[in-house]
């Protein structure tokens, strides 16, 4: 399984990606590198080594621990999933150096999830500690990330668009890291320089269906209803003739570790499926599916899927979405199931902890027990980093400076 892992991620490492498609015209005397995401830094480096002397300032922000020294860009860390003060500053500093660029100037933005949370941008009167409450409401009602840019956007100066705004009339060149299941432009980290099909009615929309309306700040409610009533003007959207100058370019999504996970598992020795790269919904739900799927295959088997599952918070525990899966797993496995189960973020964290997903297996529940974590109780609690931490279960990785979504592997022994 960690054979598996390790050839995922290897496959999702940014620099040659970065090189395979950049490309900088030498018409382009200066140009500004910025960049937002827990890949950027990563994506930074490679593109410094394109762009060489060319390169005549830039900046980066990414999360904490994401971080690096570049000879001709700065990189800043930030506060990731919820936003703070220090990403505040960094999306000042992004809008600001966008803005020096001339008509001739090019605006290299890289761009990778996380890139959201870490870009606050409030539109005033909203206060970062309101935005903040925001995203902590919409991550616990269980919100998809398209649900969560769709309203993140319309309280913000940054995204939906409005960096490639700032930056006009300079061209603007983004190459993005997709963390999203379809890799739709807008969504990638809420789209900065991409036109934004949501409006202020769609965000609106988001918080009454996940049971928020009455629970947001009041500022956050004039705002969206001053947009909504043509108060407040709309982000970009598409078909701005702004986005002539503008081009965006996804070089690298989940199929790279998937593919790669597949080729793994061959190369193992395993007759090996891949069920989808779209794998989304409630963790422990899903978890329970691709359990029942893992079990039709033939041994030597292995049962491969990419993508993103949600997790609905109830409880008070600690954990991320991959932990959850894997729990779930681990409890609907029988003591006779010959079947490893592998769910991690190629991130390199899952949730607020160190942990990047989990290993389970058949006696994960009864190592647990041992250790004194009762497991249903942890999954009803929303801790799975708990009982996975006493079940010596979890796989933590560190950073890895890459984000393709997650990797879901299922092994079943002969």
Same mark, same amino acid.
């Given at each position: 399984?960690?054979?598996?892992?390790?050839?995922?991620?290897?496959?999702?490492?940014?620099?040659?990606?970065?090189?395979?498609?950049?490309?900088?015209?030498?018409?382009?005397?200066?140009?500004?590198?910025?960049?937002?995401?827990?890949?950027?830094?990563?994506?930074?480096?490679?593109?410094?080594?394109?762009?060489?002397?060319?390169?005549?300032?830039?900046?980066?922000?990414?999360?904490?621990?994401?971080?690096?020294?570049?000879?001709?860009?700065?990189?800043?860390?930030?506060? &990731?999933?919820?936003?703070?003060?220090?990403?505040?500053?960094?999306?000042?500093?992004?809008?600001?150096?966008?803005?020096?660029?001339?008509? #001739?100037?090019?605006?290299?933005?890289?761009?990778?999830?996380?890139?959201?949370?870490?870009?606050?941008?409030?539109?005033?009167?909203?206060?970062?500690?309101?935005?903040?409450?925001?995203?902590?409401?919409?991550?616990?009602?269980?919100?998809?990330?398209?649900?969560?840019?769709?309203?993140?956007? &319309?309280?913000?100066?940054?995204?939906?668009?409005?960096?490639?705004?700032?930056?006009?009339?300079?061209?603007?060149?983004?190459?993005?890291?997709?963390?999203?299941?379809?890799?739709?432009?807008?969504?990638?980290?809420?789209?900065?320089?991409?036109?934004?099909?949501?409006?202020?009615?769609?965000?609106?929309?988001?918080?009454?269906?996940?049971?928020?309306?009455?629970?947001?700040?009041?500022?956050?409610?004039?705002?969206?209803?001053?947009?909504?009533?043509?108060?407040?003007?709309?982000?970009?959207?598409?078909?701005?003739?702004?986005?002539?100058?503008?081009?965006?370019?996804?070089?690298?999504?989940?199929?790279?570790?998937?593919?790669?996970?597949?080729?793994?598992?061959?190369?193992?020795?395993?007759?090996?499926?891949?069920?989808?790269?779209?794998?989304?919904?409630?963790?422990?739900?899903?978890?329970?599916?691709?359990?029942?799927?893992?079990?039709?295959?033939?041994?030597?088997?292995?049962?491969?899927?990419?993508?993103?599952?949600?997790?609905?918070?109830?409880?008070?525990?600690?954990?991320?979405?991959?932990?959850?899966?894997?729990?779930?797993?681990?409890?609907?496995?029988?003591?006779?199931?010959?079947?490893?189960?592998?769910?991690?973020?190629?991130?390199?964290?899952?949730?607020?902890?160190?942990?990047?997903?989990?290993?389970?297996?058949?006696?994960?529940?009864?190592? #647990?027990?041992?250790?004194?974590?009762?497991?249903?109780?942890?999954?009803?609690?929303?801790?799975?980093?708990?009982?996975?931490?006493?079940?010596?279960?979890?796989?933590?990785?560190?950073?890895?400076?890459?984000?393709?979504?997650?990797?879901?592997?299922?092994?079943?022994?002969?």
């Amino acid at each position: 399984m960690r054979a598996i892992w390790d050839a995922a991620l290897a496959a999702g490492d940014v620099a040659p990606l970065v090189r395979r498609h950049l490309q900088i015209d030498s018409r382009y005397a200066r140009v500004f590198l910025l960049g937002a995401g827990k890949a950027s830094g990563a994506m930074a480096a490679a593109a410094e080594e394109v762009a060489g002397d060319r390169v005549a300032g830039g900046f980066v922000v990414v999360k904490d621990g994401y971080g690096g020294r570049l000879s001709r860009v700065e990189i800043a860390e930030a506060g &990731h999933p919820v936003p703070d003060a220090r990403g505040l500053a960094a999306s000042a500093r992004l809008l600001d150096i966008a803005r020096s660029a001339g008509e #001739g100037d090019l605006v290299l933005f890289l761009v990778s999830g996380g890139g959201s949370a870490l870009t606050p941008a409030p539109a005033p009167p909203i206060t970062l500690a309101e935005k903040q409450e925001v995203t902590r409401l919409l991550l616990a009602s269980g919100a998809t990330i398209g649900e969560l840019n769709a309203v993140r956007k &319309h309280l913000s100066l940054f995204k939906g668009g409005q960096l490639a705004r700032a930056a006009a009339p300079a061209t603007v060149l983004t190459l993005a890291l997709s963390d999203v299941i379809g890799d739709p432009l807008d969504v990638i980290a809420s789209g900065p320089t991409a036109p934004d099909p949501a409006t202020f009615a769609d965000a609106l929309g988001v918080l009454a269906r996940r049971g928020l309306t009455d629970r947001i700040p009041a500022s956050v409610a004039r705002r969206l209803e001053a947009g909504c009533a043509g108060r407040i003007e709309e982000t970009p959207q598409p078909g701005d003739p702004l986005f002539d100058r503008v081009t965006n370019l996804v070089i690298g999504n989940n199929a790279l570790v998937t593919d790669a996970a597949v080729a793994a598992a061959w190369r193992l020795g395993y007759t090996t499926e891949l069920l989808t790269r779209e794998l989304q919904g409630e963790a422990r739900e899903v978890a329970r599916e691709f359990v029942a799927w893992a079990r039709r295959l033939p041994p030597p088997a292995c049962l491969i899927a990419g993508g993103e599952t949600t997790v609905t918070v109830r409880g008070q525990g600690k954990g991320g979405r991959c932990q959850e899966f894997a729990l779930a797993a681990a409890l609907e496995l029988a003591p006779s199931d010959r079947i490893t189960i592998l769910a991690a973020g190629t991130d390199g964290t899952d949730g607020p902890t160190d942990a990047t997903g989990a290993i389970v297996d058949a006696a994960s529940l009864a190592r #647990g027990s041992a250790a004194g974590a009762d497991a249903r109780q942890a999954l009803a609690d929303n801790d799975a980093y708990r009982f996975l931490r006493a079940s010596e279960d979890l796989l933590v990785s560190g950073p890895t400076r890459t984000n393709l979504l997650d990797l879901y592997v299922a092994v079943r022994a002969a």
